[in-house]
């Protein structure tokens, strides 16, 4: 099946090559290890994947981001000790991209006092088991699939599969279930248009990073690459008779 929009593979390399760079090199990045709870050596790890990404041709690539954590700092959330999750995993193939999916998560590792001494907490559905092990308690899943049939190419889902998650107890718990469905007509999220979102909707250390002339560029440039086509498909779409939805699962 021909994809009714393509993304252009060169452009969303390059791009995305340009995004590790500038995280990895932030100084308040660099200083998120100093935040309790935070994964060590986030920058050791977007070093390697940005020169895994680099040595690889232009044309057929894929790059897998490990989840980068972030502190959330809204003094309305502090009891929580929440964080942001935001990583995932794009492909191309001859010059086109074919699978790109990419989460933005909520996690928190603790609870607020108990009420009273000797009453549980029912503010998390599995504090009992869990305790305070970190738990991820909102998940949004931004996939762009041209390839697939019977689903928007373009889609939002809240929670679905998330693999490696609660298997191991160093890992967080995934207190969502996994249901795959409804997945939500949506326009196309890189990783880029994604970690921007996740940075300006919640209180965190990198709102510096926001401001960035480079950091803003990268972003208009992701939304020209990743939303021009699809925009003008979109257009097309709507201006005939038949529904959006049977042209998105058809």
């Known amino acids: 099946m021909d994809p009714k929009y393509k993304i252009d593979s060169k452009k969303a390399k390059m791009n995305l090559l340009e995004a590790l760079k500038i995280i990895r090199c932030d100084e308040a990045f660099a200083q998120l290890t100093g935040y309790p709870n935070i994964q060590p050596n986030q920058c050791g790890a977007l070093t390697s994947e940005y020169d895994y990404l680099k040595q690889q041709s232009m044309a057929t690539w894929q790059c897998n981001i490990s989840q980068i954590e ?15 999750l935001v990583g995932g995993e ?6 086109a991209i074919t699978h790109s999916s990419f989460s933005l998560c909520v996690t928190f590792s603790s609870s607020p006092a108990k009420k009273a001494a000797g009453q549980p907490n029912t503010g998390s559905c599995c504090l009992a088991s869990y305790h305070d092990k970190k738990r991820v308690v909102r998940r949004f899943h931004f996939d762009h699939q041209p390839n697939e049939t019977n689903k928007p190419s373009d889609h939002l ?47 965190t250390p990198l709102t510096s990073l926001i401001e960035e002339k480079s950091w803003r560029k990268l972003v208009v440039t992701s ?28």
């Not at 939500?184 to 248009?193: A, E, N, R, S």
């Not at 990743?226 to 699962?249: G, N, P």
């Open 70 to 84: 972030v502190p959330i700092t809204d003094a309305g959330m502090k009891d929580y000790c929440p964080t942001l």
């Open 223 to 250: 939304q020209n690459i990743w939303w021009s086509e699809y925009l003008d498909w979109l257009r097309a779409t709507v201006t005939k008779k038949t529904q959006l939805h049977e042209i998105v699962y058809g």
């Open 157 to 203: 889902q809240f929670g679905g599969n998330f693999p490696g998650l609660g298997s191991a107890q160093t890992e967080p718990h995934y207190c969502i279930e996994s249901v795959d469905n409804p997945r939500l007509h949506y326009l196309p999220m890189d990783f880029i248009l994604l970690f921007d979102l996740a940075i300006r909707d919640f209180k």
């Open 90 to 95: 794009i492909f191309s193939v001859n010059g």
